[in-house]
């Protein structure tokens, strides 16, 4: 079972519309919940984080947590075409001891002009 | 401007070779990272330092070596003994190795073996 898991799409969405993207997490001990973006051939760039139950909101950029349903989300509101890249989930938490930061697979967005 | 580099950018070797990827960074952080990534896949860790003189194994070490002699530098060596080298090689650092510190990555070395 991967412990964290994101479905790799494309997703696609018009310009101007709402991408959501989701991720859901094995470990419930895990703590922190980061959203990465890396464009192709590029390394990924962190644009979110959040660690406790709820939203998070920075710009167009929303990210959800629910640690019940072991489930993290990332919105990108009025999407553009320059949003168009592969979203990376990652989660931290604990491995023997150590603080590993595990990563999804990520999904592929593709915003449609 | 503070931040991550990785030299080269790009690295050719022969099969049979050593190469060492070099990352520095100049952020004063405390902890840094080599993931391996391939098409398809998420980052792979193959080695961590949470300070100076220290590393720890990742998922994937085996046939890379890497050392901590100071703060900022952070050099991987990908040894013959690592069967399929091929990928794009991450380096990020994170304030320290814990729970809520966000890891800032580097651009990046593409090595290809020939």
């Known amino acids: 079972q991967k412990e964290v898991e994101q479905n790799s799409g494309p997703l696609s969405v018009p310009e101007g519309a709402i991408a959501s993207l989701n991720c859901t997490y094995s470990d419930r001990g895990s703590q922190s919940f980061f959203w990465y973006r890396q464009y192709s051939g590029k390394s990924p760039e962190l644009i979110m984080f959040i660690y406790s139950n709820g939203d998070k909101e920075d710009g167009r950029f929303t990210a959800q947590l629910n640690k019940a349903s072991q489930y993290v989300s990332l919105l990108i509101r009025d999407s553009q075409p320059s949003d168009s890249a592969t979203y990376l989930c990652a989660v931290n938490g604990d491995s023997g001891g150590y603080q590993k930061v595990t990563f999804g697979t990520g999904t592929k967005l593709q915003v449609i002009p | 401007d503070g931040g991550i580099t990785q030299s080269p950018k790009y690295l050719f070797r022969k099969e049979g070779q050593n190469v060492t990827l070099s990352c520095e960074q100049n952020l004063n952080h405390d902890a840094m990272y080599w993931y391996r990534q391939d098409p398809g896949q998420g980052l792979r860790l193959i080695y961590y330092?949470?300070?100076?003189?220290?590393?720890q194994k990742g998922d994937i070490a085996e046939g890379y070596s890497v050392s901590r002699e100071k703060k900022e530098s952070f050099p991987l060596t990908v040894t013959s003994a690592q069967k399929n080298p091929t990928a794009f090689y991450l380096c990020a650092s994170s304030i320290q190795q814990g729970a809520g510190d966000e890891q800032f990555f580097g651009p990046g070395t593409r090595l290809t073996v020939l």
């Open positions: 330092s949470q300070i100076v003189n220290d590393f």
